[in-house]
């Protein structure tokens, strides 16, 4: 697949992402967000990487993704602006809904829009050099990407309100205090060197019970306890269902590592 401003490449089961546009600090334009679109309804569709596990990312060193293309913006009227909104959620939905684990890696700003994108994966790791923040404010402007509703989950109300109200910038040492990111590192280096070995440690799982563990979490998140633990139980049943609960148990039982299913979203595609 040929894009325009997003670069693929494939380590084994690793697909790493990077937005390419580091002249404009990697904003999300309508061409990034609907090349980003086209690739994840691809990967989800078809799987032709067959790939296990997926990074994010920006090109440089100086940005993540530092915003939306505010220039692009500037001449939309509501009901573009709405479109935009809609295109920039499609896009953070397909990242949580895939069911392989995806990391952000960020190096740089992830303002706005970045900060969105790193969200929609399922955790962030970050070099000493990375700055978070939502200042959609600043523009007369709200998060639009879905900043409102996933920051408010990772950090608590409390602490989201004051960060969008305030448009406030966090470096990497706060945004870990308040539970934003998981871990930080020295070095970009450092951390794609972390984030391929945290990956390939969870490819020795099975690929199966780890995407049901991700569309619970994701479905359980803001429901009361009840609720919660019920489709936490149905996610239980679908694991029992699953021909790698039979190989995961025999293979503990017989003191052998197990060997698990390698065609993931296929199957996952199978079950949905």
């Known amino acids: 697949m040929n894009f325009e401003t997003i670069n693929i ?5 690793i697909l790493t992402v990077t937005i390419n546009r580091p002249r404009k600090l990697n904003a999300l334009s ?5 090349e980003m679109k086209i690739l994840l309804k691809t990967i989800r569709e078809k799987n032709e990487f067959d790939i296990k596990g997926m990074i994010l990312t920006g090109a440089g060193d100086k940005a993540f993704i530092a915003g939306a293309d505010i220039k692009e913006m500037s001449q939309m009227n ?6 935009f909104g809609k295109l920039g959620q499609e896009v953070t939905t ?13 190096n740089g700003y992830a303002l706005g829009g970045g900060c969105e994108m790193a969200m929609a994966c399922d955790f962030i790791y970050a070099s000493q050099q990375a700055a978070f923040g939502q200042p959609e404010v600043s523009l007369g ?3 639009g990407f879905g900043g409102c509703v996933r920051l408010l989950r990772f950090v608590g109300a409390g602490k989201a ?23 930080i590192f020295k ?3 450092e951390m794609f060197e972390a984030a ?6 969870m490819f020795t799982k099975s690929p199966i019970a780890i995407s049901i563990c991700k569309k619970v979490i994701n479905a359980v998140d803001g429901e009361n306890i009840n609720d919660g633990l019920e489709i936490e139980k149905q996610g239980f049943r679908e694991s029992f269902e699953s021909p790698e609960k039979i190989e995961g148990v025999a293979a503990f039982l017989e003191k052998r590592k197990p060997v698990f299913n390698q065609s993931l979203i296929p199957t996952f595609q199978k079950r949905a």
């Open 141 to 143: 402007l709200i998060p």
């Open 78 to 83: 509501p009901r573009e602006g709405e479109n």
């Open 196 to 201: 391929h070995e945290v990956l390939e440690l």
């Open 9 to 13: 490449n494939q380590e084994g089961a």
């Open 94 to 106: 397909l990242f949580e809904a895939l069911p392989i684990p995806i990391i952000a890696c960020v």
């Open 187 to 189: 070095t970009k280096t």
């Open 161 to 183: 309100k004051e960060l969008i109200y305030s448009g406030k910038i966090v470096g990497a040492v706060e945004a870990k205090e308040i539970g934003l990111v998981n871990r």
């Open 30 to 34: 309508i061409k990034v967000l609907t």
